[in-house]
């Protein structure tokens, strides 16, 4: 399901209604979304198809949906191809749901919860005053180590090289070298060292949800600037670079690609919806942050990290404390949460 709105009852201050849009039908009666890697569950990056009906999974691949983008084009294409809409489920206060948990990031409350913010003051003035920003990242697979790339700072105990003000657009890096015990790859492609850059994505405004090409044309400009990044300005940090542009041959690409065209079998990504935005401590917003029980309806509780939760910044340290929260607010444990405190 995809949520679309959720509809309050003024008279009782709470949440009467959640309309949702189913997006696929399933094969069975639920949906088991983790993939095991080396013993290790984990979320991957497109649905699992064989748990979705035929038809609809053979649409979504053919299409290259995204069903968790704002900008998807998926509710014209089903419809172009079964002839009707997608379904949409209303879920009601009492029957089908007693409290509800919103965790999506600030930026999604004008997109959901639009009618909740006519009613709820401080909801909305958190909505208007806690900032999100679009961001950008890429991530490398080499077949050198550190040292094979002329990184010279090697840390006293051994500690990944994590720094940031390098060159824009992409002025942060960290080595994510942790990670390789996490993976599988084909005998003969195994890296020996993974390159993780990020930063904010400089959008000037967002374009309706109807302009579906918008996701593409971001990841456009993402893998571009990535790539000029690699060619013109990595060997202030990789010094075996060497002053003839990036040896392409050092990415991992099982496909065999040639050159530049490496650079296919790596990862980059805009991330630019509303659930994906990072949470900004601008100066003089925290008097707007909340508390998770502080929604204004008594049957919603708030979690993330644009909560007030004495950290009051983008980290998962501070989304962990705004689970902790909301379910404070709900079941009254944990009764003291570490760290939280300044109110």
Not at 244 to 268: E, I, N, T
Not at 283 to 302: H, K, M, P
Request: charged share 20%; hydrophobic share 40%.
């Amino acid at each position: 399901h995809k949520l679309c709105e959720l509809r309050p009852d003024a008279s009782h201050q709470q949440i009467a209604e959640i309309e949702l849009e189913q997006q696929v039908s399933l094969i069975g009666d639920e949906y088991s979304p983790l993939v095991d890697v080396n013993g290790l569950p984990c979320w991957p990056s497109d649905p699992l198809y064989d748990q979705i009906e035929q038809h609809q999974a053979a649409l979504l691949q053919e299409h290259d949906i995204h069903l968790e983008s704002l900008w998807s084009n998926w509710p014209a294409i089903y419809r172009q191809a079964t002839g009707s809409s997608l379904p949409h489920i209303t879920l009601r206060a009492g029957i089908d749901f007693d409290q509800i948990v919103f965790g999506l990031s600030v930026a999604s409350l004008a997109h959901v919860a639009q009618p909740l913010l006519a009613i709820s003051k401080p909801l909305q003035q958190c909505s208007e005053n806690v900032a999100a920003v679009a961001t950008q990242a890429y991530q490398l697979w080499m077949n050198k180590d550190l040292q094979g790339i002329g990184w010279s700072y090697p840390g006293d105990h051994g500690e990944e090289p994590v720094l940031s003000g390098f060159t824009e657009p992409f002025d942060t890096w960290a080595s994510m070298n942790q990670l390789l015990c996490r993976e599988t790859w084909p005998s003969g492609h195994e890296p020996k060292n993974i390159a993780y850059f990020c930063n904010a994505f400089a959008l000037k405004d967002y374009p309706p949800s109807s302009d579906d090409g918008f996701p593409a044309r971001c990841a456009d400009v993402v893998k571009a600037t990535a790539i000029n990044q690699l060619q013109t300005q990595i060997g202030a940090l990789w010094t075996q670079v060497g002053e003839h542009g990036f040896p392409w041959d050092w990415l991992v690409d099982s496909a065999g690609g040639s050159g530049v065209a490496r650079f296919d079998s790596q990862f980059w990504r805009a991330n630019i919806d509303p659930s994906e935005r990072y949470v900004l401590s601008l100066v003089d917003t925290s008097i707007y942050r909340l508390r998770a029980d502080q929604s204004g309806f008594s049957n919603l509780f708030l979690a993330g990290d644009w909560l007030k939760t004495g950290l009051d910044a983008g980290c998962v340290e501070a989304a962990v404390m705004g689970g902790m929260q909301a379910s404070r607010a709900i079941c009254g444990l944990p009764e003291t949460i570490r760290g939280e405190q300044g109110w």
